[in-house]
Antibody, heavy 114, light 109 residues
Framework: LQLQESGPGLVKPSETLSLTCTVS??????????WGWIRQPPGKGLEWIGS???????YYNPSLKSRVTISVDTSKNQFSLHLTSVTAADTAVYYC???????WGQGTLVTVSS | QAVVTQEPSLTVSPGGTVTLTCGSS?????????PYWFQQKPGQAPRTLIY???KKHSWTPARFSGSLLGGQAALTLSGAQPEDEAEYYC?????????FGGGTKLTVL
């Protein structure tokens, strides 16, 4: 199984950060374990953004919940992250993952700057 | 939101044993928190070492083990190797909402 994040590396303040995680080597619908988005600001620790099960249940970090949406496109074997109204504090390396069996994307740096 | 606590830093001698702990501001950590442990080296994505408190896959070195100990989740490293020097994070689930600890920087020296 391989996961790959894609999306803009630079987002302007107040705009929406959108990232996609493409899953290859397996079906996004085949797992009973969750898929998640995690981020890491430069020089800081990991932060859980949210997770989803194929069944449709999603769970979000309460501190981000008002700005975050995680969705799935089974036809493309992808799941996506949308984070609205970004500020410089949202600058981080963003990872998609299925932590249960150690499947992680390589991470993508998103910088919020004008 | 719950706060998950870890030791900021620990040092272990090569070949030695060290236990990292993971606590919760809401009370005792139980199997219902589905504790995970991750290892992260500089410039790399995290690696999953332990899931559901004690379980591990074939790729996790045998010297790592997970447990629930005294109301906390614990990660024990027995026989530390230089390559074990890394940041270690625990992750707890609160009815599906997950929270990372702040991480423990482990030095093998």
């Amino acid at each position: 199984l391989q996961l790959q994040e894609s999306g803009p590396g630079l987002v302007k303040p107040s705009e929406t950060l959108s990232l996609t995680c493409t899953v290859s080597g397996g079906s996004i619908t085949s797992s009973s374990y969750y898929w998640g988005w995690i981020r890491q600001p430069p020089g800081k620790g990991l932060e859980w953004i949210g997770s989803m099960f194929y069944s449709g249940n999603t769970y979000y970090n309460p501190s981000l919940k008002s700005r975050v949406t995680i969705s799935v496109d089974t036809s493309k074997n992808q799941f996506s992250l949308h984070l609205t109204s970004v500020t410089a504090a949202d600058t981080a390396v963003y990872y998609c993952a299925r932590p249960f069996d150690d499947n992680w994307g390589q991470g993508t740096l998103v910088t919020v700057s004008s | 939101q719950a706060v998950v606590t870890q030791e900021p830093s620990l040092t272990v001698s090569p070949g030695g044993t060290v236990t990292l702990t993971c606590g919760s501001s809401t009370g005792a950590v139980t199997s219902g928190h589905y504790p995970y442990w991750f290892q992260q080296k500089p410039g790399q994505a995290p690696r999953t070492l332990i899931y559901e408190a004690t379980k591990k896959h074939s790729w996790t070195p045998a010297r790592f083990s997970g447990s629930l100990l005294g109301g906390q989740a614990a990660l024990t490293l027995s026989g530390a190797q230089p390559e074990d020097e890394a940041e270690y994070y625990c992750l707890l689930s609160y009815s599906g909402v997950r929270v990372f600890g702040g991480g423990t920087k482990l030095t093998v020296l």
